[in-house]
Structure formats: structure tokens, C-alpha cells
């Protein structure tokens, strides 16, 4: 079959569909930390740390999956990511002691969900646009894994309430396999002449490049930051709101909502990083994630409340995802784009582990998330501060490759 069907409008909607599930499924699994730990008779923290080892595994399997894509093409990648996917959440259904949970909703589910990565999706996004869209088209495809979210939450809650929560990870499990026939919409990236960003350049001499350009390391360290809030959120939240003493329906609305506002924040950042410097939009973000937090701590807790918190955050969600992706090609070029935000990813994941194990750690040994929720806003102020010094100027080699 003639490779000219893949057309950048395909590319575009598959890759914004495989971001959907695939980040919907995962953003719902914060909502069986209550029933799980209540049927097993786990603590809160045996639960986070499978899922903190699943943020971890996810950050070091999107790097190798990402240099795999940029050498073999995305398709097999994201295939057989699905495979480990649908594996890992029914083996979480299944799990009967801690060791299998980890194994299963840590270990395996979190190579899934890295092979399945939105990263990679992006970086095929990327190259089917040219840069005079490039920014605008990250945002919409960061959108669509917000409206996973959106569209996920509810849905599993719903089933919980009606089916049991293992009867609803078996139906996530499943809808992870639509991913397989998405993934073969996927092109290779094949860099011509004519490409005004090609360059020939190896894999190591481009990771040599990025870890010596202080400007990859800031920004590697504000995105662990991003990390640190939102998988906290993610995992923590219904919960947070539960022990408020709100209906647990109103935990699974606050994590659609935050989907549902992170539409609008994602197609603002691309907006704004098409039209104005990104690192300062990105210090704006993370300044104001962390006034949004104090909000909320400060605030008395009603549902209306945790409705305008999760708005807000919502805005700023993962608003932080085109403007990195957009300042590492800026910078770097297209070529390995989707090795190198595979690598400021696992800074992110980083973030994610220790946010969501110090999350369960801390309630269980002093009954409050309060600890995690002041963090949260001391690393979004240090974050606002750190991205203002980054070079967003394009290397010169790519400045002088041939046109």
C-alpha cells in the first residue's frame, strides 16, 4: 500500500486518539485507591508506591521507547506498548498480594503506558507539521490526552459504582487495544535535504549535545516539578476529597474537570508559545500552580471549591507539555525530538514517583496530605524561578544546515 495515505490530518488524528486513551486509562487509576486498599486491606501507601513505581517505570521506558521510534518508526513501539498495557491493568485486577500489585500496576502497566507515551505521539505530530504550526499542533494533541481524562474519569467511577472495581479494570484493560490499529497510522520520520531543520547527526552526539546545553537541565528540573503535582493530584486527589468527608463522585468530576479545563490551558500554551518567549510562559505556569495550591489549602473545603481548584489547575495542567516539547525543538531540531523529551520526561516521572509515594507515606504515618500540598507550592515557586535563565536560541548547527 502506497505510504502516501498517512497524510498529516491521519497522523494528526490518530496520534491525538492514542493520546486520549492511553492517558485517560491511566489518569482513572487514582480512583481505585479507596476501593482496593479497603478490599485488600492494603494501606494507603502500598497502593502509591505501585502507582509511583508505575510513574517511574513510565519515565524510564519512554527515553528507550522514544529511541526506538526514532529509529524504527512508532508503529511497532506504541503497538507493543498496548499489548503491555492491556497485561499490566488486568494483572492489577488480579492482584492478590502487594509484590504482584507493584509487579503488575508499577512495573508492567508503567512500560506500557511508556511505549504508549503521548511523547511519542507528539513527536509524530510534530513532524507531520511545519513550524509555523508546530506549537498550536502539540497543544491540540496535549489536549486530546486531557479529554481522556475527560471523558475517563466519570465513565470509571460510574463503573466502579456499578460493576466493582475489578469488573472496571478488566473493561480498561480492553479499551487499551484499540490503540494497536491507531498505531499503524503512524509514520517513520524520514529527515530530506529539503528540511530545513536535518542535520546528520548520531544519537549519542545528539545526547552529548543536550546534557552539555545548561538550558536541557533547567528545563529537565522544572518538569520534574510538573511531575511531582500532577501525579500527586492524579492519585491522591479523590481520595484527599473523600476523607473531606464529599461523595466519591465528586472526586471523579474534580479529575474530569481538570481534563476538561486542561483543553482550554493546552491550546492557550500552544497559542502562547507560538507568539511569545515559551520559558517565560512556563514560569508563569508553574508561579501560578503554586498560588492556585495555596488557594485550595487556605479555603474552606466544599465541593464548589474543589470544582474551581480542579478548574484552575485544570488551566494549568499539563499546559507545561507543548511549551518543553516546543523549546527542545526549538533548540535542538526535530531529528531526535522524541529521544530528547523522552529524557526531560524521565525528570518528570522522577517528580511523579516521589509526589505520589510521599503521598501515601505521609498519610499513613501522619494522617494528612498537607505536607505534600506545601512542597507542591515551595517546587512551583523554586520552578518559576529556574526557567527564566534557559537559552531558547537554536543551536547553530542548525542555523547553518543546508535549505
Not at 320 to 330: K, M, N
Request: aromatic share 12%; with cysteine; glycine share 10%.
Amino acid at each position: 500500500m502506497n505510504s502516501n495515505w498517512r497524510t498529516p490530518g491521519i497522523i494528526i488524528v490518530a496520534s491525538c486518539f492514542i493520546a486520549l486513551i492511553g492517558f485517560g486509562v491511566r489518569s482513572s487509576f487514582g480512583l481505585f485507591l479507596d476501593p482496593m486498599t479497603i478490599t485488600k486491606g492494603w494501606n494507603r501507601e502500598t497502593f502509591a508506591f505501585a502507582l509511583a513505581l508505575q510513574n517511574l517505570l513510565w519515565g524510564i521506558g519512554v527515553p528507550v521507547a522514544s529511541a526506538i521510534s526514532d529509529k524504527f518508526g512508532p508503529s511497532r513501539v506504541i503497538a507493543i506498548g498496548a499489548i503491555m498495557y492491556v497485561l499490566g491493568t488486568l494483572g492489577m485486577a488480579e492482584a492478590n498480594s502487594s509484590f504482584m500489585l507493584h509487579m503488575t500496576a508499577g512495573l508492567l502497566t508503567g512500560l506500557g503506558v511508556a511505549f504508549t507515551s503521548f511523547s511519542i505521539a507528539l513527536a509524530a505530530i510534530a513532524n507531520a507539521v511545519g513550524p509555523d504550526r508546530r506549537s498550536i499542533a502539540l497543544g491540540l494533541g496535549t489536549a486530546a490526552g486531557s479529554m481522556g481524562q475527560v471523558i475517563f474519569s466519570p465513565i470509571t467511577q460510574s463503573l466502579i459504582s456499578s460493576f466493582g472495581w475489578n469488573s472496571t479494570l478488566w473493561i480498561l484493560a480492553f479499551s487499551t487495544l484499540i490503540i494497536i490499529p491507531l498505531a499503524l497510522c503512524l509514520p517513520a520520520y524520514k529527515a530530506t535535504p529539503k528540511d530545513k531543520e536535518f542535520f546528520e547527526q548520531t544519537l549519542s552526539a545528539a545526547l552529548k549535545e543536550a546534557l552539555a546545553h545548561r538550558g536541557f537541565l533547567l528545563l529537565s528540573l522544572g518538569f520534574f516539578v510538573c511531575g511531582f503535582h500532577v501525579a500527586f493530584i492524579s492519585v491522591h486527589f479523590p481520595a484527599y476529597v473523600n476523607d473531606l468527608g464529599l461523595d466519591p463522585i465528586v472526586g471523579a468530576y474534580a479529575i474530569s474537570i481538570i481534563g476538561l479545563f486542561n483543553i482550554i490551558g493546552s491550546f492557550l500554551a500552544g497559542l502562547a508559545g507560538q507568539r511569545w518567549s515559551k520559558k517565560y510562559s512556563l514560569s508563569f505556569i508553574y508561579f501560578t500552580r503554586a498560588i492556585v495550591i495555596a488557594i485550595l489549602l487556605l479555603s474552606p473545603k466544599t465541593a464548589l471549591t474543589i470544582y474551581l481548584f480542579s478548574a484552575a489547575m485544570g488551566i494549568l495542567w499539563l499546559a507545561t507539555v507543548p511549551l518543553t516539547s516546543g523549546i527542545v525543538v526549538q533548540v535542538f531540531g526535530l531529528r531526535y525530538m522524541a529521544t530528547l523529551t523522552g529524557l526531560v520526561f524521565f525528570s518528570h516521572q522522577i517528580g511523579s514517583f516521589i509526589g505520589v509515594w510521599l503521598g501515601g507515606y505521609l498519610y499513613d504515618t501522619i494522617g494528612s496530605y498537607d505536607p505534600v500540598w506545601w512542597a507542591g507550592i515551595i517546587l512551583g515557586v523554586l520552578a518559576a524561578v529556574i526557567h527564566i535563565p534557559i537559552d531558547e536560541q537554536p543551536m547553530d548547527r542548525l542555523v547553518k544546515s543546508p535549505t
